[in-house]
């Protein structure tokens, strides 16, 4: 959070900061076992980080960002981003964040505060990719996750008539959806982005029930013939089953395929 921020706005949330629950409603706070995909998410707050490298157990955050949104409303509520402070990073080539740059004296502290009062307020955790962003939570500066996520690659399904891969990144639906693309690998610009698309999407409610549908890992059933069915399908050759394509879906997305699938194994939560 720089001083600039402040000034334009973004965070004068932050006043008040003492009691943030005056601003919050009651009725979209629940706790994560209250959730269920017969009540439609109200609030999500879509996360990114940009980190040191790829290593959770080595490399380290250094910027946060996140984006409240009201899928009703299909609106921005609020917003927030800050660097975290690191002695190095291997990653400035690719999210071009110097590491000094992250020393310098700013309130990164009240912005972790924040941001635990925005994931308060939120039903689910949304991430392009949750599986690489929620392994830094509860480690160094930021805080645990406390509510359940929900990925836009691998737990929703994107219409067809968008042309996307099965896997797009986030400047391949930013695209698909007519959103200008400006800069990439700094968190609160790939936060916006989805926001964005969230804002565009009509049938957002639909695609977030598909979304939180149990799935289970099932390997397709495909010669090598016919192993571009499964890529098209979106399944992975060899990740995370070795020798076979390989992927997550619910009982209503296998009755869909051209092929035959089996399970590899148990069924696996439900989103991400």
Known sequence: MTDSALESGQL??????????????????????ELSPEVP???????????????????????LGAILFSVPHRQVLAQMSCLLPVDHNPAESINRI???????????GDGLAWFEHLMESADY??????????????????????????????????????????RPSVIDLALAYGIPVWSAHRALTDCTYLAEVFQRCDDLELLIAHALEPRRLVRAQVSYDQ??????AGFRWN?????????????REER?????????????????
Do not use: M, Y
């Open 227 to 232: 192993r571009h069915l499964a890529k098209e």
């Open 256 to 272: 869909e395929l051209p092929f035959t699938v089996v399970p590899v194994d148990a069924v696996l939560p439900q989103a991400s």
């Open 98 to 108: 110097p590491a000094e740059v992250s020393r310098v004296d700013q309130p990164w």
């Open 239 to 251: 990740e995370p089953v070795k020798g076979a394509w390989a992927r997550r879906l619910s009982e």
């Open 41 to 63: 998410p109200s609030r999500l707050l879509i996360v990114d980080t940009e980190t040191t490298g790829l290593d959770a157990d080595r490399d380290q955050c250094l910027e």
């Open 125 to 166: 955790l949304v991430a392009h990719n949750a599986a690489f962003d929620r392994q830094w939570f509860g480690r160094g500066a930021l805080p645990e996750a406390k509510r359940p996520w929900l990925c836009t690659l691998e737990d929703i399904r994107w219409p067809e008539a968008r042309n996307l891969r099965a």
């Open 12 to 33: 004068d949330l932050l006043q008040g900061f003492q009691s943030p629950s005056h601003h919050l409603r009651p009725s979209e706070q629940p706790a994560i076992s």
